[in-house]
């Protein structure tokens, strides 16, 4: 052991330990004292740089200047980073130039969206009456800013400031063209920041002629119109390159506000704003009175549109989903410009149309309601006709895509649904008692309490408490899980806005929006099968290929619910519609099922119904969520969606929704306060579902057939383009011809057969 552990050990370890601790105390000293050294060496340096007097002024004003822009530049570039994300492509401008023609689905040209360079009038062909008349009113000094018009900016906030509201824009032309572009309408600080620093970008990258020629090209001019010359074509029948000074000048004034001063809209608005454009040309020092003044003597008269509905709302939300769709085409796919066929049925879309007005017309004022939107799908999710709001003229705001609207009861059947998967029967019996969730205490219409009673019965009245018990009993007595749970099955179902956790969930508190909601009830006569809302089914580039078929391409249905649940679902809900809320929407002939929606203080009415074929919404309230005059789901939403599905039925096959026997003959339901309501006009000719089939068959085969031959050359005009695209199942106003050619088709075809 005393090899192993010498008696010497502690002296020596004690030694060791000291000449370590003198080691770090001496580089301690040492350390200390060389930056003691440099320190004064540093002074003894910098002394030779003091100032005093006037120049130490001069150095410290450098020095903090410096500080501050050091600072400056730092948020600078945190503010613009989030803009200049949106330049990162270098295909920014080719991305904008999406230019697509849209045809219904019986291949008519309906409408167009976006603007391709190559296509529209060179900036130099332009009257030099109508380039004045912009400059003078948008941006006097255009030529001469770097992309923010400083000096017109502050003149703008004088001027808002001493009128005490904004009656003067400060925004360079620029800076709305940035807007145009990349941002939104949205009037946040954001937005406003991002303008800025696009517009100084978009300055470095293009020429003064090349920002003002994008700017007349790309703005929205009202009526659906987007660009002067198409502005032109729609008010004045006529090219850009001819209007004279008293239309430019009308022209010129719908860029403040499109909706506002719309000829067709407003004709005197639009007047006396032509006259402002005028009177600027002249404070601008560009023309003289006496030259305006045959324009203010004879000002301009545009084309009579006041009978000209086209389906802008639906145009609209179709070419954001165009612009959506390019974006997953293969990277090799430089084509810009397509022609796009949609779910659109313009016959049902103008009875739509028709119907909302007739409600607002007739009984708007007596219900203080102002606005509606409606949305007709087929239920495999192609929207037939849309109605985002009362008048696109005056408001392009889609409100059956954007606005975000409490459901009301028309959310119980997502309750109902969850409530069967987890063990309930439409014959469960279920209690109307008092409820409350802490200090939450829902309450049934009328207040009233109507004790036990099956689950069918309950949602045929849209019993509240009993939606609220459902969802404490769905989580097996938590009412947050069974919330959770009745979330996820809207989600399955097709609702993707955001549901917060709430107690008043299970009743509808939490906003949806239209298109959505009629997609999920599509799940119910498709008998759990949940399908996406879309306007494309096929996508073809400008010499005529097609590229993208909705069929073939686009999102693929999946199973939301098991068969059963929406079998008993459909039952249930069919008794709303016959013997509950919505006796108003009761088809003649026709199985229809739905539910009622009307939210706190009557601010929002629906009605969400569907049968065989099709599933249609309706929403009546205001913008400005003001309440309506206690107007409910089974008033004005029933009896509009009834007459837009009588007329939707007419001269097809009727598909019976499964398991309810077809109701005898009935008189047609009458309105609220016992007014009958207008019939729709009879439905065009139309060819028969097994015609339609076989020429879309026929069309397909030519499509297969020509991806191995030569494409079309670039010349094929658009009438030939839209020759080959053939009409597709269930309706197409028919010819004569046609009517005979499909029947001759239809008996070879099926020449046999069941």
Request: one cysteine or more; aromatic letters at 8%; hydrophobic letters at 40%.
């Amino acid at each position: 052991m005393r090899d192993l552990f010498p008696e010497d050990w502690k002296p020596k370890i004690k030694r060791a330990m000291l000449a370590i601790d003198a080691w770090v105390d001496f580089s301690v000293f040492r350390s200390g004292v060389g930056l003691r050294e440099s320190y004064e060496r540093f002074s003894t340096f910098m002394d030779r740089f003091h100032t005093a007097g006037w120049r130490r002024g001069l150095v410290e004003l450098t020095s903090e200047g410096a500080t501050l822009g050091a600072a400056g530049g730092v948020l600078l570039l945190a503010l613009a980073t989030p803009a200049f994300q949106m330049t990162a492509d270098d295909d920014w401008l080719k991305k904008s130039e999406l230019a697509v023609t849209f045809l219904d689905r019986y291949g008519n040209e309906v409408g167009s969206r976006g603007i391709r360079h190559n296509d529209s009038i060179p900036l130099d062909q332009f009257p030099d009456n109508l380039i004045k008349a912009v400059l003078a009113t948008e941006d006097r000094r255009f030529y001469e800013h770097f992309g923010i018009d400083i000096g017109g900016t502050l003149r703008a906030v004088v001027t808002n400031a001493k009128a005490g509201g904004v009656v003067q824009g400060g925004s360079s032309l620029s800076q709305q063209l940035a807007k145009n572009l990349f941002l939104s309408n949205e009037r946040t600080l954001d937005r406003k920041i991002k303008e800025a620093f696009l517009a100084m970008w978009l300055e470095s990258r293009l020429t003064k002629n090349e920002i003002l020629k994008l700017y007349l090209d790309r703005a929205y001019m009202g009526g659906g119109a987007f660009g002067v010359d198409a502005a032109a074509q729609y008010y004045f029948n006529k090219s850009a390159r001819d209007v004279n000074l008293a239309e430019g000048a009308m022209l010129a004034g719908l860029f403040k506000a499109p909706t506002k001063f719309a000829p067709h809209v407003n004709l005197p608005a639009a007047r006396a704003r032509a006259n402002v454009v005028l009177d600027n040309l002249v404070e601008a020092g560009f023309m003289t009175e006496g030259q305006v003044f045959g324009a203010r003597r004879h000002p301009a008269t545009p084309v009579d549109r006041r009978d000209d509905r086209a389906a802008n709302y639906y145009l609209d939300w179709a070419f954001d989903q165009m612009k959506q769709l390019v974006d997953t085409l293969p990277k090799s796919m430089t084509e810009r410009v397509f022609v796009v066929r949609t779910a659109l049925d313009t016959n049902l879309q103008k009875v739509a149309d028709a119907a909302v007005e007739n409600s607002l017309r007739q009984y708007g004022q007596e219900y203080h309601a102002t606005q509606a939107n409606s949305v007709l799908m087929e239920n495999d999710g192609a929207v037939r006709a849309m109605v985002g709001g009362r008048d696109y003229g005056a408001s392009q705001f889609n409100r059956a895509t954007d606005a975000m609207r409490q459901p009301g009861s028309s959310f119980k059947p997502y309750v109902y649904a969850t409530a069967l998967e987890h063990g309930y029967k439409p014959t469960s019996i279920v209690v109307d008692a008092p409820i409350c969730l802490g200090n939450w205490c829902p309450h049934n219409y009328g207040n009233g309490y109507s004790g036990s009673m099956t689950l069918i019965q309950a949602l045929t009245h849209s019993v509240n408490t009993i939606a609220v018990r459902l969802s404490i009993s769905i989580g097996d007595g938590n009412a947050k899980l069974g919330r959770s749970r009745i979330i996820q099955t809207a989600r399955d179902m097709g609702i993707t806005t955001p549901l917060p956790d709430t107690p008043s969930l299970p009743i509808g508190a939490d906003a949806v929006t239209m298109l959505e909601h009629v997609g999920a009830y599509a799940t119910f006569p498709n008998l759990g099968i949940a399908v996406k809302p879309h306007a494309i089914l096929e996508v073809r580039t400008g010499d005529g290929n097609l590229i993208w078929r909705f069929d073939r391409d686009g999102p693929k249905p999946h199973r939301a619910l098991p068969a059963g649940v929406a079998a008993d679902m459909i039952k249930m809900m069919n008794s709303v519609v016959e013997a509950g809320t919505a006796r108003r929407a009761r088809l003649d002939g026709i199985i229809s099922a739905g539910k009622t929606g009307t939210t706190n203080n009557y601010r929002d009415a629906w009605f969400m119904g569907y049968t065989g074929n099709f599933v249609c919404g309706v929403w009546f309230g205001n913008d400005d969520y003001s309440p309506t005059n206690r107007m409910t789901g089974g008033a004005l939403p029933a009896m509009t969606w009834h007459a837009i599905m009588s007329y939707a039925h007419q001269g097809i096959e009727i598909k019976q929704l499964p398991g309810i026997p077809v109701p005898a003959a009935r008189p047609e339901a009458k309105v609220a306060r016992g007014k009958a309501t207008e019939q729709p006009p009879p439905r065009p000719t139309i060819l028969s579902k097994r015609g339609a089939e076989i020429l879309v068959r026929v069309e397909r085969m030519m499509d297969d057939a020509n991806r191995a031959m030569t494409p079309l050359p670039p010349t094929v005009s658009t009438n030939r383009r839209n020759q080959a695209l053939a009409p597709i199942p269930d309706a197409s106003p028919a010819t004569a011809k046609g009517a005979a050619l499909a029947s001759a088709l239809e008996s070879q075809a099926f020449s046999g057969r069941n």
